[in-house]
């Protein structure tokens, strides 16, 4: 892998065109079985499974994933707040996230891979985030285990509960997002990012007492379609409906940012971030 060609990269702003194209390349050109180690624009340090999948490779010629997504979430975090980060993956929400709130704050990280788990694990600790609390296991609407189908080292980001890859299920904890909350005796969370592969609405479901509470967190969700079409006995759109029943206004991330007017109707096609707020 050429370094310098990675640095020039880093030069050019996200999203140039071909950017990412010429950035993979480069990164499977990367020998195999050397130790990844990336770093962020805010100076911390991760270890990834695999070069070229989509978190790796933008932290490597970004420096950040997701940068919209990541100023959002910072913009909305104080000193001393809590911010829960649900599909956590390898941290790059929960560090830069753990920063914002401070000693005094605290950052509730679930990932459910428990490979992936692993390197969250040693990132949190590598990089001395001691407000971070991470948990192993699938933050849903159950409690005990679940299903869960992992995904090969080239796309970690995307271990879920649904049938994929050909893979076979191994059995991991379940539990709910409110009960977690109990557990650790936090009351008022401040933003929720949840990232699990189509199975928001599970996530949601186990959160009703903190999302209809009297002080609701600002929730960043992933939208995609044909993943929530995994989801048994459910229908494309179905984590939207919820959280307009639990009394939300639901944006698309850009809309939000500049100020526009919420969706009228959930989304069923496609991809999107949304980001959904309750007065």
């Known amino acids: 892998m050429n370094n310098r060609l990675i640095r020039l990269l880093r030069s050019f702003p996200p999203g140039t065109p071909g950017k990412t194209r010429l950035g993979r390349f ?9 130790p990844l180690s990336l770093h962020d624009n805010f100076g911390f340090r991760y270890e990834a499974p695999h070069a070229s999948e989509p978190i790796a490779l933008h932290l490597a010629i970004d420096q950040t ?3 919209e997504t990541l100023e959002l979430i910072l913009r909305h975090l104080r ?34 891979s428990k490979d992936i788990y692993a390197y969250l694990q040693r990132n949190v600790e590598a990089n001395g985030a001691n407000q971070v609390t991470v948990l192993n296991c699938a933050i849903c609407n159950s409690t005990g285990s679940v299903p869960f189908y992992p ?26 997002l409110d009960k977690v909350l109990e557990e650790v005796a936090v009351e008022h969370v401040a933003v929720i990012k949840v990232d699990v592969e189509g199975f928001e609405v599970s996530v949601f479901r186990g959160a009703e007492k903190l999302l209809r509470g009297k002080e609701p967190p600002l929730v960043v969700f992933e939208f995609c379609d044909w993943a929530e079409a995994r989801v048994p006995g459910g229908r ?6 919820l959280l307009l029943e639990y009394g939300y206004s639901i944006w698309r991330l850009a809309d939000f940012l500049k100020g526009r007017a919420p ?3 959930p989304l069923t096609t496609g991809f999107a971030m949304l980001v959904a707020c309750r007065a």
């Open 26 to 34: 480069l990164m499977n050109r990367r020998p195999a079985g050397l």
């Open 65 to 67: 994933y997701e940068p």
């Open 79 to 112: 000193s001393g707040d809590v911010f829960v980060d649900v599909g956590a993956n390898i941290g790059v929400f929960t560090l830069p996230g753990s920063r914002r709130v401070g000693p005094n704050g605290r950052v509730i990280a679930a990932e459910a």
């Open 151 to 176: 995904a090969p080292k080239e796309n970690f980001g995307m271990g879920s509960l649904g049938e994929q890859f050909g893979a076979k299920p191994v059995d991991v904890p379940a539990r709910t």
């Open 236 to 241: 494309i759109g179905d984590s939207q409906r």
């Open 263 to 265: 969706i009228r109707e």
